[in-house]
């Protein structure tokens, strides 16, 4: 007994629980719970994508189905986030989102949960337009699909920072006009995408890092704005319908805008200026 009051009174200075039970099971602070979801969810959609990488051979039916649990993987995490953001402040969402981005590089493989990666293979005629829509499709479907769980986490209720929300009416987080919106989730997604192309050729140990590091502080950067979403599949299952925004505003914001953007990104990323920084970068020479 000695040692579980020794432990519950160690807990309890360090913030983890001593919190009101009434609205928290065991009194357990709410960020803790947070950290079990996005911990469970990660578990369970590793889980699913091993079952697949085991049983379904490579080929078009295996990608569709690892970008569908990425999507959702990535789409659960942050609806949790949104509950982080809400309460505890921007720049701990950034640290969690940090975290997981660095997690995910070293676990999706070749799925990316985005849809402007397949525009991107379309556009430098690396990939068929059909499968690059049937990829995109996955995606989306995984982002909308994921909802319902996260429903079912919520209801639970188990801290106060859930207590309602399963069923609350979501709101936009665009907080400037829509072209500016627009432009922001646009430029943002070209330059996270022409950082990371510089990135991966560079082969470092690091690159995942610095990749993630810098997409997140683009984020942080964009929060206040227009949400920093920097990807349709995420902004579709986060934002799409909620109050604040009309249906062809979304579109333009989260899908053009970042489309625009990694389209561009191409022509940026083979420009001579940043052709002539990934030589320097990687010791190559014409």
Known sequence: MKILKDAYKTLRQYGILGFSRKSNVFGIHPIVISILFIILTEFLCGFVRGVIKRNVNDGLLRQLMLEFIATAELCATCFELIIVADNYGVWMYGSFLFVLTVWWSFNWENATACPYCPIEEIFERKR????????????????????????????????????????EECTTDLQVPVVFGAIIEGIATCACRVVSKILAETNTRVANILDSLFATSLVVAAFNYSGGYFNPALATSLKYGCQGSTVPEHMLVYWLGPMIGAIFSVFVFNSKPIQNVVKTLTGKRD
């Open 128 to 167: 068929n337009i059909f499968v690059g829509l049937l990829l995109i499709g996955a995606q989306v479907l995984g982002g909308l699909a994921i909802y319902r769980y996260i429903q079912v986490l919520w209801s639970f209720e188990l801290v106060q920072t859930h207590k309602g929300r399963a069923f």
